[in-house]
């Protein structure tokens, strides 16, 4: 889900899970994800979110920053 904060800034969230049936190994994700995003100019905008484990098999925390260029 996106929600818009200003003209600029967005906020977004989302619960998301993964199942692997693997014969070798079965393994099932569970994640929370948060970003917020913040256009500089209608071309270029600016991100950075955090990505939440909920169970053993993902890694604890992800954060992240990056700038996407609208082509």
């Known amino acids: 889900m996106a929600y818009p904060i200003t003209d600029r800034l967005t906020i977004t969230g989302e619960l998301w899970l993964a199942i ?3 014969p070798s190994g079965k393994t099932t994700q569970y994640e929370a994800d948060g970003a917020l995003f913040y256009a500089l100019t209608k071309k270029i905008q600016l991100d950075i979110g955090a990505n939440v484990g909920l169970n053993e098999d993902m ?13």
């Open 20 to 22: 692997n049936c693997d």
């Open 59 to 71: 890694p604890a925390e992800k954060i992240y920053f990056g700038i996407s260029k609208k082509l």
